[in-house]
């Protein structure tokens, strides 16, 4: 199993060409983990209207304070499963 971590902050620009680049590379039991750290712009939007069962999104809690890039790349490794993970 593959895990692919990405951390988001008002990436609405490139993600969903990020995604669909991602998801015809990656197996049916393969995981894309989403760490979003608070963004303000249709980042979540875009990446909740995909409805695929391998994207696992972790949002912060809506009165959160940011993570930074460096925590929010962690929390993500965190949560993957995979025997490989790719950032």
């Not at 972790?58 to 025997?83: H, M, Q, T, Y």
Request: glycine share 4%; proline share 1%.
């Amino acid at each position: 199993m593959i895990s692919v971590c990405l951390a988001t902050y008002n990436g609405s620009a490139f993600i969903k060409e990020q995604l669909d680049s991602i998801l015809i590379q990656i197996g049916v039991d393969d995981e894309v983990i989403i760490s979003d750290d608070s963004s303000n712009d249709d980042t979540l939007d875009i990446i909740k209207n995909y409805k695929d069962h391998r994207i696992v999104i972790i949002e912060s809690a809506p009165s959160a304070s940011r993570l930074g890039v460096i925590k929010n790349f962690e929390r993500a490794l965190k949560s993957a499963s995979g025997d490989y993970i790719s950032l």
